[in-house]
């Protein structure tokens, strides 16, 4: 590994890196500048970078008008329950998958994976309508229901490759040293598990948060989480773009965050453990 | 290690979800084939006749759905093309011993956690405008006319909009490939004096061939089915230019109330998808036998 680097190499694959690095994150960091300016000097051009009025002004517009609060609720409950939901169904059935393999799992992974290829408008029309003839239509409890559905085959495959890693000859020390199943699955699994469990929560949160298709053509006003709340924005109204960007700095910074985390479970959760 | 009672526990233990997404496959895409030879709309009441072809007909001979299928493929593999050339460079970059490398990455991944809806908009408004953005004013600044980015060159900014979004995922899946390449592979290639081309040629592209056709093979799953970027920036237009083949079966389904001939769009846009989804099952496949 010892391989010599430049200061002066080094030095500038910094700088190339950085103002990459910076270029392509520029929309997100002039969107929360964007947030504290008052709407004259979000439109004013030249552009003010740094040297403006700061205000809080937008944030506290954004909640008192539009239910802001409401929407970011939605969007908790819709990504977590089913995420919940998801995991509930998954863990068992990647558990035996991993530690019982019969001669059929394979085929059964790689069936629920295929059912996550069928594109969402494919089933549009009769979701709609099943949705419509039922009263689930612009519900939270509805949109769980489909989420938890369409993210059920990657919360399972993502399962399958951590539990795939533990290793089987812990289990059978563990029942050399007289353990029962029950002290197996409390003692020995359910701790090596928590990790594998706790990643894919995680990346299954931020995929339901940014979810855009059924969330957008399933909600209306009372159980629109954020994607659908900021869609709105696209109307006449997206011209105010101070007011604009502090409903999306909302939107995004949980995410944001809590994505920072996950880079590594992310790629593994995405390729299906294709890459790691 | 395996008997019979753990066995039939196990059996126990997928079934919840095998029968959920055998519903979830076979339930909704039924009805879609259903009212795809029916003629139904929903502002027209009276009973539904069965229609034959003549929704698929009707689908596939509708210009729109050339310029359709034309956006979606202009789309996709612009979007391709972008994300992975792009992704391969900075990664190449980012793999390079620098200072404050943990800070650069997060700065590069941090637009794939943006929903759709927000970057889309910011886009749109803060960045395209051809009044406010920050485009115009760098036109201006350079003494160039302002360019209209959504009306005059719509499906171009989209592909911008959602490479934009995409070009983090694959930088981060070839990062971690090429920090898994084996450091004393090519310590000896350079020992015997091969130049720095012919090591990115002969060693890091074939290491990373992998990890480009899954990147490519996913990116087209998702980037088929683009939907919110289009619907909060131009809605498909002006006329059809940026409707791609998911707005259009949108349109007709949600918009023009036509059950019958969105579901037999919904119907080609599965059979589209799955030809992509075989080659990418696969190459998964594949890899699960290692």
Known sequence: MARRVTPARKATVTAAAWALGLLIFFPILWTILTSFKSEGDAVAIPPKFLFFHWTLENYAVVNQRSDYLLHFWNSVVISFGSTFAGLLIAIPAAWAMAFVPGRKTKDVLMWMLSTKMMPSVGVLVPIYLLFRNTGLLDTRIGLVIILTLIDLPIIVWMLYTYFKEIPGEILEAARMDGAGLRDEIIHVLTPMAVPGIASTLLLNVILAWNEAFWTLNLTAAKAAPLTAFIASYSSPEGLFYAKLSAASTMAIAPILILGWFSQKQLVRGLTFGAVK | ?290
């Open chain 2, 1 to 290: 290690m395996a008997t019979q009672h753990s066995r039939s526990a196990a059996r126990l233990m997928i079934s919840p979800a095998v029968l959920l997404l055998l519903g979830w496959m076979i339930v909704p895409l039924a009805m879609t084939v259903w009212f795809s030879f029916l003629n139904y709309n929903l502002l027209q009441p009276g009973p539904r006749t069965f229609a034959g072809f003549s929704n698929y007909y009707y689908f596939l001979t509708d210009p729109a759905f050339f310029t359709a299928i034309w956006n979606t493929l202009v789309l996709v593999l612009g979007v391709l093309a972008i994300t992975t050339v792009g992704g391969v460079l900075l990664a190449l970059l980012l793999d390079q011993p620098m200072w404050g490398q943990g800070i650069v990455r997060i700065l590069v991944i941090a637009p794939f956690f943006v929903m759709p809806t927000v970057s889309a908009l910011v886009w749109k408004n803060m960045f395209m405008n051809p009044v406010n953005g920050i485009f115009a004013w760098i036109a201006e600044a350079l003494g160039l006319q302002p360019f209209d980015f959504l009306s005059q060159a719509p499906l171009f900014s989209i592909i911008l909009i959602v490479a934009w979004q995409w070009l983090p995922f694959a930088t981060l899946i070839l990062l971690t490939a090429l920090q898994s390449l084996d450091s004393e592979q090519m310590e000896a290639a350079e020992m015997d004096g091969a130049s720095a081309l012919a090591r990115f040629v002969y060693i890091t592209i074939p290491h990373l061939t992998r990890s480009i056709t899954v990147v490519i093979l996913i990116q087209t799953i998702f980037l088929l089915g683009v939907f919110a970027e289009i619907l909060v920036t131009t809605n498909g237009g002006p006329g059809t230019a940026s409707t791609n083949l998911t707005y259009l079966v949108y349109g007709q389904s949600l918009l023009q109330y036509d059950v019958g001939g969105g579901s037999a769009g919904g119907i080609v846009a599965v059979i589209l998808a799955n030809i992509v989804a075989i080659f990418l099952m696969r190459m998964i496949g594949k890899n699960l036998e290692n």
